[in-house]
């Protein structure tokens, strides 16, 4: 089932600064192609910093980014927002149900030995 974002209480929600960061990270045409992932999408973002490849979508209810950028915690990282923000322009349809890449472990090589 797709998930409706409020784009403006998203807006809302991001620090300032990261804010702005995005707002430079989409202006310099940083974002790559959104590609759908899990549920959710993700694109490679060109920084200052470096190159990172945020995912976003909707896990157990609540907006989520994953990046390679080191960002911990709650805190949502500019690449992530920028990613978002594309994707919210894009109408990008969120899953309900989204799992971010690497969450989902896959079955160990040797699973027929483990007793269960």
């Known amino acids: 089932m797709a998930v409706r974002i409020d784009i403006d209480a998203f807006r809302e929600s991001v620090p300032s600064s990261v804010a702005e960061s995005a707002a430079r990270l989409l202006s310099n045409g940083s974002v790559g192609e959104l590609v759908p992932a ?5 694109a490679v973002v060109h920084s200052h910093d470096g ?24 805190d949502f990282c500019a690449h992530a927002v920028a990613t978002a923000l594309t994707a919210f322009h894009a ?4 899953s309900g149900a989204a799992t971010p890449p690497g969450a989902a472990p896959g079955e160990p090589e040797h699973a027929h030995y483990l007793d269960e």
């Open 38 to 42: 899990g549920g959710g999408v993700q």
């Open 51 to 74: 190159v990172f490849q945020p995912w976003i979508g909707i896990v157990g209810g609540l907006f989520t980014t994953d990046c390679d950028c080191g960002t911990v915690g709650d």
């Open 91 to 94: 109408g990008t349809a969120f």
